[in-house]
């Protein structure tokens, strides 16, 4: 009879554990294989295409090509409204596995959640990219300006405690974010800026923008290119 009521409770606990890992999809749609192309990216998308051409886009194409798709789904909101050939989903998550079965022209797995709302796409996207890999601290900064222009959040104060991060690393971010595209282009991609940078380069920007823009100029003609290091 002990072991029959342990074994019981090791049942109950387990049971418990599988229906509070199911409260993570309540709402949401069974996985399903989608066709990469009705599937679009986020407004709030957060990756530079720059991404996309990357060594550790190009392994990760690799192991989705070689695996006959990607095994970790991707998650997507339904689009109401949507008309038939447009778009029917949106991504929350996942934008490099979408793009690369949509490159690899497979399906993606995915898993759906109808009526999602913005706010709540935006925290749970921020959350999944900074548990995988990192966005650069300019792609982040694009993403809390356009989250806080559009009206998201009505402060930078209450973006930071809706997606737990530090406020002065948000204000770093949005700083390299607002530098002039020629200024970004001069460090050859916007993911080599670093937070480290951000009160140099912002304070050189407002003491001397057009100085700024002229070295930004004279070092993009540089052959061969400067480091990223160099440039700063």
């Known amino acids: 009879m002990l072991a029959f009521m342990t074994e019981q409770s090791e049942v109950h606990r ?10 993570e999809f309540d709402g949401a749609q069974p996985m399903r294989k989608l066709d990469p192309k009705l599937i679009t990216a986020s407004k709030w998308a957060n990756r530079d295409a720059s991404h996309f051409q990357t060594e550790a ?3 990760l194409k690799e192991e989705i090509a ?14 109401e409204g949507a008309r038939p050939g447009s778009p029917q989903f949106e991504v929350v998550f996942g934008h490099r596995r979408h793009q690369a079965c949509l490159e690899l022209g497979i399906p993606v797995q995915a898993v759906v959640e109808p009526g999602m709302k913005d706010v709540d796409l935006f925290v749970e996207m921020e959350r999944e990219n900074r548990e995988r890999e990192d966005l650069s601290a300019w792609e982040q900064g694009v993403m809390y300006m356009r989250a806080l222009e559009q009206g998201l959040f009505p402060s930078a104060k209450q973006l930071a405690a809706a997606i737990d991060r530090d406020l002065g690393n948000i204000g770093k971010a949005m700083a390299l974010a607002k530098l002039p595209g020629q200024v970004v282009r001069a460090f050859g991609s916007p993911l080599n800026l670093q937070f480290r940078w951000a009160t140099a380069l912002k304070d050189a920007h407002q003491r001397d923008p057009e ?22």
């Not at 100085?211 to 993009?220: D, K, M, N, S, Y």
């Open 14 to 23: 387990e049971v418990v554990r599988l229906r509070e890992r199911l409260t």
């Open 57 to 59: 886009f190009t392994r």
């Open 66 to 79: 070689s695996a006959g798709g990607n095994v970790q789904p991707i998650k997507v909101r339904s689009i």
């Open 211 to 232: 100085g700024l823009l002229a070295a930004a100029r004279e070092i993009a003609e540089k052959v061969p290119a400067a480091t990223p290091a160099e440039v700063f």
